[in-house]
């Protein structure tokens, strides 16, 4: 079973619409959890951490489910500059774990 | 903020040859570096762990006599893709760690886009 489970996508999105990711983990023991965006080409970039309380930064808002083992990443009036492969990332110990990736493609 | 700096962006080599690619944290101290590589629509896969002044601790399924790994001082890791052949054609990122700033002081490279024809 993979460390870490991402739904690749893609999604195409209109500008201004709600868009949703999930990641879902297998550890239990995993201790911190973060988003990452990567444009096409270049190196990950951290977008914001999770935790269970929830975590929001302007139209972004991620959250963590420690029961269902899953985090999420919500991005509301969506722009055309979000559009990117967003990944979730697991640590557990002093390992990172990346999801695959789900490609966000915002449509004028 | 942490800055890694990875050198060279892009390289295309002929098959045999070798390509070493450096990674340098330029504002802070890495004991522990990771290398990462990442073919096109997939994710990011760990290759090897670097740990300065000791040997590099290799994924499995990484050959560590085909990825040398050099961790040499505190600011500075290394990985020299020997022998290159064209399924070796990836894009190679690192990754260090700011400690000061805990874990959100995983910083990566810019990556290295190495083609091998």
């Known amino acids: 079973r993979k460390e870490v489970e991402q739904d690749p996508g893609p999604f195409n999105v209109p500008e201004g619409a709600t868009v949703a990711f999930n990641c879902t983990y297998s550890n239990s023991a995993s201790q911190s959890f973060f988003w990452y965006r990567q444009d096409c080409r270049k190196e990950p970039k951290l977008l914001m951490s999770v935790y269970s309380s929830g975590n929001e930064d302007g139209r972004f808002t991620a959250q963590l489910n420690r029961a269902s083992q899953y985090i999420s990443l919500l991005i509301r009036d969506s722009k055309l500059s979000d559009s990117a492969t967003y990944l979730c990332v697991v640590v557990t110990g002093n390992q990172f774990y990346f999801g695959t990736g789900t490609s966000l493609t915002v449509i004028p | 903020g942490a800055v890694v700096s990875q050198h060279p962006s892009r390289v295309i080599c002929k098959s045999g040859t070798s390509v070493k690619i450096e990674c340098r944290s330029l504002?802070?101290?890495?004991?522990?570096m990771f290398w990462y590589r990442q073919f096109p629509k997939q994710s990011l896969m760990l290759m090897a762990t670097s740990n300065e002044g000791s040997k590099a601790t290799y994924e499995q399924g990484v050959e560590k006599d085909k990825f040398l790994i050099n961790h040499a001082s505190l600011t500075l890791s290394t990985l020299t893709v020997t022998s290159a052949h064209p399924e070796d054609s990836s894009f190679y990122i690192c990754s260090a760690r700011d400690h000061s700033t805990g874990e959100r002081g995983y910083t990566f490279g810019s990556g290295t886009r190495l083609t091998v024809v």
């Open positions: 504002d802070f101290q890495a004991t522990t």
